[in-house]
Nanobody
């Protein structure tokens, strides 16, 4: 069982940047597709970004496309979310998630497709 721990959240002004990290431990991480999701207060869990286990394929929610970048370092068992040009509407608890992938290029954008979740990290963007 892979365990995931997020870090890097915090408070930032609009237009600023943050980089979230998600460290994996346990069984092999390198064949897991990974994703980032977020949940704002009183709202549903939303998809943010996903990356294939090979790292060559990514997919983003329209709301973050061009501002956020997902990446991974399989040697460090870590996936990252670089967030630039942050907006107040990006305020949420951010969760990373993982699942064993069918293929090296597989991407998963639905929360129900993931088996393993981190505890979340708060991101607050002030105007």
């Amino acid at each position: 069982q892979v365990q995931l721990v997020e870090s890097g959240g915090g408070s930032v002004q609009a237009g600023g940047s943050l980089r979230l990290s998600c460290a994996a431990s346990g069984r092999t991480f390198s064949t897991d597709a990974m994703g980032w999701f977020r949940q704002a207060p009183g709202k549903e869990l939303d998809f943010v970004a996903t990356i294939s286990w090979g790292g060559g394929n990514t997919y983003y929610a329209d709301s973050v496309k061009g501002r956020f970048t997902i990446s991974r370092d399989n040697a460090k068992n870590t996936v990252y979310l670089q967030m630039n040009s942050l907006r107040p509407e990006d305020t949420a608890v951010y969760y990373c998630a993982g699942r064993n992938a069918v293929r090296a290029t597989s991407l998963y954008a639905r929360a129900a497709e993931y088996r393993t979740w981190g505890q979340g990290t708060q991101v607050t963007v002030s105007s």
